[in-house]
């Protein structure tokens, strides 16, 4: 198994809704990211987890709150957000063999529209 | 800080033909990985080719190869042949060697990439 797999693919939510995305692996990969990317901009990242630690927070606001279960999951849980968070957010995994990262996978995305 | 310069917002290719796509990147670093990914509209972060700094030799994937001057700072992404497949947006990538996982992937702003028939 080669793959990031996201869920939902696409999700409409109110701004006073919580929702959650779900990213899995299943590679082995002990960093695990979320990016943000909106259109024709390049990804930003927002959160690194490395063996199930959160080792980085963009300064992101905390209506987003990441969680890493164990090795293979990581989820992005929302909570009133606004309508400038709507985006495509990108989960991606990497190998980290003894403090070297060795190439990212990325998953395919959740398409997030806040109204 | 390092970071990466993509100057061509925008690339059109007949198909069967070559293009090339420029990237340029600043760092004080020796050691360092470059990436070139393609995303089409499906979404999907694809690698299309990895350099090593170290290496010397230019990295090949198929129709894909880069010319990388690390004295210049520059790595561009030849297609070879374009299909209409290859239509995408690509951006090109930098990260360090060293750091683990706490080491950013820095993104060049992008090149979107039109294959005409």
């Known amino acids: 198994d080669t793959e990031v797999t996201q869920t939902p693919k696409h999700l409409v939510m109110g701004m006073t809704n919580k929702k959650s995305l779900k990213c899995e692996q299943h590679?082995?990969?002990?960093?695990m990211y979320w990016y943000k990317q909106k259109a024709k901009k390049p990804p930003e990242l927002m959160f690194v987890y490395s063996y199930e630690k959160l080792s980085i927070n963009e300064s992101v606001p905390s209506r987003f709150s990441p969680e890493c279960p164990n090795s293979s999951l990581l989820n992005l849980h929302l909570h009133a957000l606004q309508p400038e968070d709507s985006a495509l957010y990108l989960c991606?995994?990497?190998?980290?063999?003894?403090?070297?990262?060795?190439?990212?996978?990325f998953g395919s995305g959740t398409r997030l529209t806040v109204v | 800080a390092q970071t990466v310069t993509q100057s061509q917002p925008e690339m059109s290719v007949q198909e069967a033909e070559t293009v090339t796509l420029s990237c340029t990147y600043d760092?004080?670093?020796?050691?360092?990985?470059l990436f070139w990914y393609k995303q089409p509209p499906s979404r999907q972060m694809i690698l299309v080719i990895r350099q090593e700094a170290y290496k010397q030799q230019n990295a090949t994937e198929n129709r894909f190869s880069v010319n990388f001057q690390k004295a210049a700072k520059s790595f561009s992404l030849k297609i070879s042949d374009s299909q209409l497949g290859d239509a995408a947006m690509y951006f090109c990538a930098y990260r360090s060697y060293y750091g683990g996982a706490t080491n950013k992937l820095i993104f060049g702003t992008g090149t979107l990439l039109a294959v005409q028939p």
């Open positions: 991606a995994s990497s190998q980290d063999k003894r403090g070297r990262v060795v190439g990212y996978t």
């Open positions: 590679m082995g990969h002990r960093a």
């Open positions: 760092t004080s670093e020796s050691d360092y990985y």
